[in-house]
């Protein structure tokens, strides 16, 4: 609309001229009027549409204002998780939102409660709290997002960020395991730094587990687990306690410390009511058990087992005896091709051997002798295959290196800084070793090639 109008004024000036020229004409005269007509429906159109641009922006600016609940992104462990949070402040200048995390999953994000309540903390805070997390103002999302209010979000398997006890003030990662039959509010909680423990939790402690992707959007990351509730074996805090201690030793943690952990599918209880994808099956418990045997056979039978291998077991194959050179040549090689330090260990092997020989002589015994040590010789083959396996993994390391530099730079000034610093430190040491095995290795194949020209004819 805005090159329309700039076309029609320009046409406008054209005709002026024309006039100016030749003022009696009466075409270029009901021309110029036409232009005017036409300027003017197109400046009436435009005028709605500003006023339409306008409002839009306005209702985004007044979208989060100061008060109100929204979700961010939080980045930790190279993953973006999306926690609740109440705006503090707006930014105008910077176009940035001060926000306070109601979640915090870590200690840097724990809010200070003499800035937030009494505003009397000083900048930094003593206690290492936060007195708010800049985000910028486009990235806020709405509070709808995390779906407190949807119960697919608090069924058994599903995680959870969970807070086990009130005088903890960062949050962690749980799965729930069932929802507790005395209240519909309450759910019980297995929570990733004590396994073996079931808590009971009211929803005020509990928050869907959710993950911003950038193709889906959100995502609550249940990869490790089958939708299918037959499938997943839990433990439950009303079985009996003998059992406890049987499971306790079969849970695993997997991806990001102990945020995702699971039970193996056997040597486990059902214990339940209406098992099944229908609500029906049996009421007592059924023990399941797979044993760690890779062959079975059945009793009084000598037949193999279903399942097993029925092919008879190969015969070691014997090692061929190799012809022995017992030229003057290979002798003169193998002599000339010990290192210095096999040939004083010789040295000292048979001056001992002497020694010995003459006590036994003064004492009236048989003499005895000593078999000479065998020379330790350096493979270049296997020297060269280890120095290009080191050379591949100092390529490699290199590359995280440089990745965790750009993390480095990408989050300066931010609450996150300090964690990439350490990283980098932890790679350029791995770096560094690695590089010192690859120079050593590779003296030790020169020295070896130099060894070979030295004892060839």
Not at 43 to 50: G, H, S
């Amino acid at each position: 609309m805005s090159s329309s109008l700039e076309e029609t004024k320009a046409m406008i000036q054209q005709v002026e001229e024309l006039i100016a020229l030749a003022p009696t004409d009466d075409s270029l005269l009901t021309m110029l009027a036409d232009l005017y007509d036409v300027l003017e429906k197109a400046m009436a159109e435009q005028l709605p549409e500003e006023k339409e641009e306008e409002e839009e922006e306005e209702k985004e600016k007044d979208a989060f204002p100061c008060g109100t609940q929204c979700v961010i992104s939080f980045t930790l462990d190279d993953r973006q998780y999306l926690l609740p949070a109440l705006v503090l402040e707006r930014l105008a200048l910077s176009n940035e939102a001060k926000v306070l995390i109601l979640t915090p999953i870590t200690a840097d994000t724990v809010a200070c409660t003499n800035h937030i309540v009494k505003h009397a903390c000083k900048t930094p805070c003593p206690d290492q709290r936060s007195h708010g997390y800049l985000v910028p103002a486009e990235n806020l999302l709405p509070y709808d997002i995390l779906g407190i209010s949807d119960i697919e979000n608090y069924r058994p398997s599903k995680r959870v960020w969970c807070k086990v006890d009130k005088t903890t003030t960062v949050w962690q990662v749980g799965r729930i395991v069932g929802q507790d039959g005395s209240t519909d509010n309450q759910w019980r909680v297995q929570c990733a730094s004590d396994m073996s423990t079931l808590h009971t939790l009211g929803i005020e402690s509990i928050m869907p587990y959710k993950i911003h992707d950038t193709k889906n959007d959100t995502t609550d990351n249940d990869t490790t687990t089958s939708d299918n509730d037959d499938n997943e074996h839990y433990v439950d805090g009303q079985n009996d306690p003998e059992h406890e201690s049987e499971h306790e030793s079969d849970h695993e943690l997997e991806r990001c410390g102990k945020e995702c952990f699971y039970w193996p599918a056997y040597r486990f209880n059902h214990q339940g009511k209406g098992l099944g994808l229908h609500g029906q099956g049996r009421i007592d418990p059924v023990e399941a058990f797979m044993p760690n045997v890779k062959k079975r056979s059945i009793p009084g039978q000598d037949r193999p087992g279903l399942g097993s291998n029925s092919e008879p077991p190969k015969k070691p194959k014997r090692p061929q005896s190799r012809l022995v050179d017992t030229s003057v040549f290979a002798f003169m090689n193998k002599t000339l091709s010990k290192p210095k330090e096999e040939e004083e260990e010789e040295e000292e092997a048979n001056s001992n051997d002497k020694n010995k020989d003459k006590k036994q002589d003064r004492e009236g015994a048989n003499k005895g002798s000593r078999k000479p040590v065998a020379a330790i010789t350096l493979n270049p083959k296997e020297t060269q295959r280890q120095l290009h396996a080191l050379q591949t993994e100092i390529a490699q390391t290199s590359e995280t290196l440089a990745r965790a530099h750009e993390s480095v730079r990408r989050n300066k000034g931010t609450p996150m800084e300090s964690q990439f610093v350490a990283k980098v430190d932890r790679v350029a040491k791995a770096l560094a070793g690695l590089q010192k095995q690859a120079d050593r290795l590779q003296g030790t194949l020169k020295r070896t090639k130099e060894r070979e020209k030295m004892v060839s004819f």
